[in-house]
């Protein structure tokens, strides 16, 4: 009932996406892990900033979390598609096994070890075109809003303007 985590660890599967570059950096999103740190390097890697070993900007970066840190690896690899524009995007799930072991703070009683298997992601974005035939490849977003969306928030806004619009009629 009282016990506490002492260890973890992760097996070290290999990124499910093949063929990836040498060069490739490689993002490990943890749950504790901060966003701006993250994006602040990854973003100066893919403009130019952090140059490899030939003075040329890195063409690809792979984000990749496990557990709680999904969500956060899926909010980072998004906010870098709009920092950086034009990237290809190919995302894989897959599982990954963590062992953990817990102690009992009372002496005498024995430690656990728990064996769980957890969800995890890993994601390519690309300057380079890839295969647009690849399961979970998604092209480059557009920046332009398209004007269905355009229309939609106008419509949105009628009823605010038309709530409104005796304030102009009054005079102080």
């Given at each position: 009932?009282?016990?506490?985590?002492?260890?973890?660890?992760?097996?070290?599967?290999?990124?499910?996406?093949?063929?990836?570059?040498?060069?490739?950096?490689?993002?490990?999103?943890?749950?504790?892990?901060?966003?701006?740190?993250?994006?602040?390097?990854?973003?100066?890697?893919?403009?130019?900033?952090?140059?490899?070993?030939?003075?040329?900007?890195?063409?690809?970066?792979?984000?990749?979390?496990?557990?709680?840190?999904?969500?956060?690896?899926?909010?980072?690899?998004?906010?870098?598609?709009?920092?950086?524009?034009?990237?290809?995007?190919?995302?894989?799930?897959?599982?990954?096994?963590?062992?953990?072991?817990?102690?009992?703070?009372?002496?005498?009683?024995?430690?656990?070890?728990?064996?769980?298997?957890?969800?995890?992601?890993?994601?390519?974005?690309?300057?380079?075109?890839?295969?647009?035939?690849?399961?979970?490849?998604?092209?480059?977003?557009?920046?332009?809003?398209p004007t269905e969306d355009i229309e939609r928030r106008r419509a949105l806004l009628r009823p605010i303007i038309?709530?409104?619009?005796?304030?102009?009629?009054?005079?102080?």
């Amino acid at each position: 009932m009282h016990f506490r985590r002492v260890s973890r660890t992760e097996d070290s599967s290999p990124c499910p996406i093949p063929g990836l570059a040498a060069d490739v950096l490689h993002m490990r999103v943890k749950e504790g892990s901060k966003i701006r740190n993250l994006l602040r390097f990854a973003t100066a890697s893919m403009q130019g900033e952090g140059k490899d070993g030939n003075g040329t900007s890195l063409r690809q970066v792979v984000f990749s979390g496990s557990g709680r840190g999904v969500t956060k690896t899926i909010t980072c690899v998004e906010i870098l598609k709009r920092k950086v524009g034009g990237l290809h995007q190919v995302s894989k799930l897959h599982y990954k096994t963590v062992n953990e072991v817990w102690e009992s703070p009372q002496q005498g009683e024995a430690g656990v070890t728990m064996q769980r298997t957890v969800p995890a992601i890993c994601i390519l974005l690309s300057k380079d075109p890839l295969d647009p035939q690849a399961p979970g490849y998604q092209p480059p977003q557009t920046l332009s809003v398209p004007t269905e969306d355009i229309e939609r928030r106008r419509a949105l806004l009628r009823p605010i303007i038309t709530q409104f619009s005796f304030l102009g009629s009054l005079t102080p």
